[in-house]
Protein backbone atom coordinates (compact mmCIF):
# COMPACT_ATOMS: atom_id res chain seq x y z
CA UNK A 1 0.00 0.00 0.00
CA UNK A 2 1.20 3.05 -1.05
CA UNK A 3 1.81 5.75 1.94
CA UNK A 4 2.76 9.60 0.59
CA UNK A 5 4.33 11.66 3.23
CA UNK A 6 5.21 15.62 2.85
CA UNK A 7 6.70 17.84 5.04
CA UNK A 8 7.55 20.78 6.53
CA UNK A 9 3.24 20.98 7.32
CA UNK A 10 3.26 24.42 7.64
CA UNK A 11 6.14 27.19 5.91
CA UNK A 12 5.78 30.76 6.45
CA UNK A 13 8.21 32.47 4.12
CA UNK A 14 9.76 36.24 3.32
CA UNK A 15 8.93 37.09 -0.08
CA UNK A 16 11.90 36.71 -2.09
CA UNK A 17 13.29 33.66 -0.20
CA UNK A 18 13.65 29.83 -1.33
CA UNK A 19 12.04 26.84 0.04
CA UNK A 20 11.80 23.13 -0.70
CA UNK A 21 8.72 21.12 0.01
CA UNK A 22 9.68 17.52 0.31
CA UNK A 23 7.23 14.78 -0.88
CA UNK A 24 8.44 10.98 0.35
CA UNK A 25 6.35 7.70 -0.63
CA UNK A 26 6.48 4.32 0.72
CA UNK A 27 6.35 1.65 -2.08
CA UNK A 28 7.49 1.95 -6.26
CA UNK A 29 4.84 4.73 -7.63
CA UNK A 30 4.44 5.15 -11.77
CA UNK A 31 4.30 8.88 -11.27
CA UNK A 32 4.03 11.62 -8.93
CA UNK A 33 1.65 14.42 -9.30
CA UNK A 34 1.92 17.73 -7.72
CA UNK A 35 -1.35 19.70 -6.82
CA UNK A 36 -2.00 23.31 -5.93
CA UNK A 37 -5.42 23.85 -3.77
CA UNK A 38 -6.55 28.10 -2.79
CA UNK A 39 -8.78 27.93 -0.03
CA UNK A 40 -12.27 26.99 -0.07
CA UNK A 41 -11.47 25.99 -3.90
CA UNK A 42 -10.86 22.66 -5.98
CA UNK A 43 -7.21 21.22 -7.13
CA UNK A 44 -5.13 22.84 -9.62
CA UNK A 45 -2.85 20.25 -11.50
CA UNK A 46 0.87 21.86 -11.27
CA UNK A 47 3.51 18.93 -12.48
CA UNK A 48 3.17 15.32 -13.66
CA UNK A 49 6.32 13.53 -13.18
CA UNK A 50 6.71 10.49 -15.18
CA UNK A 51 10.56 9.05 -14.72
CA UNK A 52 13.44 8.82 -12.57
CA UNK A 53 15.32 12.72 -12.72
CA UNK A 54 12.52 13.98 -14.19
CA UNK A 55 12.45 17.92 -13.64
CA UNK A 56 9.55 20.20 -14.56
CA UNK A 57 9.61 23.99 -13.82
CA UNK A 58 6.59 26.68 -14.37
CA UNK A 59 7.49 30.27 -13.00
CA UNK A 60 8.82 30.18 -9.61
CA UNK A 61 7.91 26.64 -8.94
CA UNK A 62 10.20 23.46 -10.30
CA UNK A 63 9.69 19.82 -9.22
CA UNK A 64 11.75 16.80 -9.43
CA UNK A 65 11.70 13.36 -9.13
CA UNK A 66 14.04 10.87 -7.82
CA UNK A 67 12.39 7.13 -7.71
CA UNK A 68 15.24 5.31 -6.39
CA UNK A 69 15.09 7.22 -2.94
CA UNK A 70 11.02 6.96 -3.53
CA UNK A 71 11.62 11.56 -2.95
CA UNK A 72 10.05 14.06 -4.93
CA UNK A 73 10.83 18.12 -4.17
CA UNK A 74 8.97 21.33 -5.35
CA UNK A 75 10.89 23.89 -4.95
CA UNK A 76 10.27 27.51 -4.83
CA UNK A 77 12.01 30.47 -6.01
CA UNK A 78 12.07 33.51 -4.96
CA UNK A 79 8.86 33.34 -3.45
CA UNK A 80 6.14 35.98 -3.74
CA UNK A 81 2.34 36.79 -1.71
CA UNK A 82 0.46 34.94 -4.78
CA UNK A 83 1.82 31.27 -3.98
CA UNK A 84 0.17 31.57 -0.58
CA UNK A 85 -1.69 28.03 -0.88
CA UNK A 86 -1.73 24.17 -0.14
CA UNK A 87 0.33 22.32 -1.49
CA UNK A 88 -0.24 18.38 -2.53
CA UNK A 89 1.98 15.70 -4.02
CA UNK A 90 0.30 12.29 -4.85
CA UNK A 91 1.62 8.82 -5.71
CA UNK A 92 -0.41 7.39 -8.84
CA UNK A 93 -0.69 3.49 -9.21
CA UNK A 94 -0.90 1.71 -13.15
CA UNK A 95 -4.03 0.24 -12.07
CA UNK A 96 -6.56 2.85 -12.28
CA UNK A 97 -4.42 5.74 -11.96
CA UNK A 98 -5.58 6.13 -8.77
CA UNK A 99 -3.95 9.09 -6.52
CA UNK A 100 -2.44 8.58 -2.94
CA UNK A 101 -2.03 11.93 -1.32
CA UNK A 102 0.18 13.34 0.93
CA UNK A 103 -0.99 15.71 4.06
CA UNK A 104 0.00 18.62 2.29
CA UNK A 105 1.87 21.80 3.04
CA UNK A 106 0.27 25.23 4.16
CA UNK A 107 2.59 27.88 2.45
CA UNK A 108 2.18 31.24 3.74
CA UNK A 109 4.13 33.66 1.90
CA UNK A 110 4.75 36.97 4.02
CA UNK A 111 5.27 40.75 2.44
CA UNK B 1 -15.62 22.29 -22.44
CA UNK B 2 -17.53 22.86 -18.85
CA UNK B 3 -15.02 20.10 -17.97
CA UNK B 4 -15.83 17.82 -14.18
CA UNK B 5 -19.34 19.85 -13.39
CA UNK B 6 -20.39 18.89 -9.28
CA UNK B 7 -24.06 19.26 -7.73
CA UNK B 8 -24.74 20.62 -5.30
CA UNK B 9 -21.86 22.29 -4.17
CA UNK B 10 -23.00 22.90 -0.49
CA UNK B 11 -25.98 20.28 1.58
CA UNK B 12 -26.49 19.63 5.23
CA UNK B 13 -28.21 16.45 5.80
CA UNK B 14 -29.56 15.28 9.39
CA UNK B 15 -28.04 11.57 10.28
CA UNK B 16 -29.62 9.13 9.27
CA UNK B 17 -30.89 11.34 5.83
CA UNK B 18 -29.30 9.56 1.82
CA UNK B 19 -28.58 11.97 -1.23
CA UNK B 20 -27.03 11.88 -4.52
CA UNK B 21 -23.88 13.39 -5.33
CA UNK B 22 -23.70 14.38 -8.81
CA UNK B 23 -20.61 13.92 -10.81
CA UNK B 24 -20.42 14.99 -14.93
CA UNK B 25 -17.47 15.05 -17.17
CA UNK B 26 -17.85 16.78 -21.05
CA UNK B 27 -13.73 15.36 -21.62
CA UNK B 28 -15.17 11.99 -22.89
CA UNK B 29 -12.76 10.48 -19.99
CA UNK B 30 -12.85 6.98 -19.35
CA UNK B 31 -11.51 7.39 -15.56
CA UNK B 32 -13.44 8.89 -12.84
CA UNK B 33 -12.93 9.10 -9.23
CA UNK B 34 -14.69 10.48 -5.78
CA UNK B 35 -12.38 11.37 -3.65
CA UNK B 36 -13.00 12.91 -0.15
CA UNK B 37 -11.15 15.64 2.07
CA UNK B 38 -11.38 16.24 5.99
CA UNK B 39 -10.24 19.60 7.10
CA UNK B 40 -6.63 20.23 6.98
CA UNK B 41 -6.01 17.04 5.26
CA UNK B 42 -5.13 15.47 1.70
CA UNK B 43 -7.49 13.36 -0.14
CA UNK B 44 -8.74 10.04 0.59
CA UNK B 45 -9.97 7.87 -2.62
CA UNK B 46 -13.47 6.59 -2.24
CA UNK B 47 -14.71 4.75 -5.27
CA UNK B 48 -13.29 5.11 -8.87
CA UNK B 49 -14.55 3.88 -12.26
CA UNK B 50 -12.31 2.98 -15.00
CA UNK B 51 -15.36 2.91 -17.32
CA UNK B 52 -18.92 2.44 -17.68
CA UNK B 53 -20.26 -0.15 -15.85
CA UNK B 54 -17.01 -1.08 -13.61
CA UNK B 55 -16.37 0.23 -10.62
CA UNK B 56 -14.05 -0.25 -7.83
CA UNK B 57 -13.42 0.28 -4.17
CA UNK B 58 -11.28 3.08 -2.95
CA UNK B 59 -9.35 3.17 0.43
CA UNK B 60 -12.78 4.71 2.24
CA UNK B 61 -15.74 3.32 0.92
CA UNK B 62 -17.79 2.11 3.56
CA UNK B 63 -20.99 4.56 3.96
CA UNK B 64 -21.45 5.30 0.06
CA UNK B 65 -22.43 3.29 -3.01
CA UNK B 66 -21.66 4.31 -6.74
CA UNK B 67 -22.88 3.72 -10.55
CA UNK B 68 -21.25 4.07 -13.64
CA UNK B 69 -23.93 3.68 -16.58
CA UNK B 70 -23.08 6.53 -18.76
CA UNK B 71 -18.89 7.84 -19.66
CA UNK B 72 -20.16 11.25 -18.55
CA UNK B 73 -22.04 10.85 -15.04
CA UNK B 74 -20.61 8.72 -11.70
CA UNK B 75 -22.55 9.78 -8.75
CA UNK B 76 -22.02 9.34 -5.38
CA UNK B 77 -24.51 8.05 -2.82
CA UNK B 78 -24.69 8.40 0.75
CA UNK B 79 -26.89 6.16 2.62
CA UNK B 80 -27.50 6.54 6.12
CA UNK B 81 -25.53 9.39 6.97
CA UNK B 82 -23.10 10.04 9.82
CA UNK B 83 -21.44 12.70 10.78
CA UNK B 84 -18.29 11.20 10.00
CA UNK B 85 -19.34 12.18 6.64
CA UNK B 86 -19.05 15.56 6.91
CA UNK B 87 -16.55 16.40 4.30
CA UNK B 88 -15.54 17.96 1.03
CA UNK B 89 -16.28 15.76 -1.75
CA UNK B 90 -13.95 15.80 -4.73
CA UNK B 91 -14.77 14.14 -8.39
CA UNK B 92 -12.10 14.24 -11.01
CA UNK B 93 -11.49 12.20 -14.22
CA UNK B 94 -8.71 11.36 -16.52
CA UNK B 95 -7.82 9.95 -19.63
CA UNK B 96 -7.03 6.69 -20.10
CA UNK B 97 -4.17 7.57 -23.13
CA UNK B 98 -1.70 10.35 -22.69
CA UNK B 99 -1.42 12.68 -20.20
CA UNK B 100 -2.08 11.42 -16.69
CA UNK B 101 -3.25 14.20 -15.15
CA UNK B 102 -6.45 13.94 -13.09
CA UNK B 103 -9.18 16.94 -13.75
CA UNK B 104 -11.11 18.18 -10.39
CA UNK B 105 -14.26 19.15 -9.79
CA UNK B 106 -15.15 22.40 -7.79
CA UNK B 107 -16.10 20.30 -4.78
CA UNK B 108 -19.86 19.85 -2.65
CA UNK B 109 -19.36 20.53 1.00
CA UNK B 110 -21.53 18.04 3.40
CA UNK B 111 -22.60 18.61 6.70
CA UNK B 112 -24.40 15.83 8.58
CA UNK B 113 -25.55 17.49 12.01
Known amino acids: ELKVEQNPLFLSMQEGKNYTIYCNYS?????LYWYRQDPGKSLESLFV?????AVKQEGRLMASLDTKARLSTLHITAAVHDLSATYFC???????????FGGGTRLMVKP | NAGVTQTPKFRILKIGQSMTLQCTQD?????MYWYRQDPGMGLKLIYY???????DKGEVPNGYNVSRSTTEDFPLRLELAAPSQTSVYFC????????????FGPGTRLTVT
Open chain 1, 90 to 100: AGGSNAGNMLT
Open chain 1, 27 to 31: TTSDR
Open chain 1, 49 to 53: LLSNG
Open chain 2, 27 to 31: MNHNY
Open chain 2, 49 to 55: SVGAGIT
Open chain 2, 92 to 103: ASHRREGRYEQY
